[in-house]
């Protein structure tokens, strides 16, 4: 049952990842029970703003460590699964003075 609704729970934030809400369904997850929800991009950023802290502050310890600011930065490379994660763009966006981020970088190079 766990393995059933972590693949759903996966697929989920895939999916929102690019829209605003979507469906979690799962088959018989508990002997003939199946379960089946909503949720918005903004449940879930709610229920993930203690991971938010996290990463705004490695990003800012970052900076500290660097004796840098932001303005002294040109350009920002994120990859892997958060690359797709609108919030975890939006966090680096912000502590980076606004800065574009690009995703262009080939995931096997970095």
Known sequence: A???LEDAVMKTKKILSANSEAGVNCE???????????????????MC????EKVKAVL?????ASNM?????????IVGGG??????KRICSEVLG?????????????
């Open 60 to 64: 800012e310890k970052a900076l500290e």
């Open 28 to 46: 018989c997850l508990m002997e003939d029970e199946d379960f089946a929800s909503q949720i918005t991009r903004a449940d879930l950023e709610k």
């Open 69 to 77: 600011k932001p303005e002294q930065i040109d350009s920002v490379e």
């Open 98 to 110: 606004g800065k574009d981020l690009s995703t262009t970088m080939n995931q096997e190079e970095s």
């Open 49 to 52: 703003e203690p991971a938010m």
């Open 2 to 4: 766990a393995f059933k």
């Open 83 to 88: 690359s797709r994660v609108p919030w975890v």
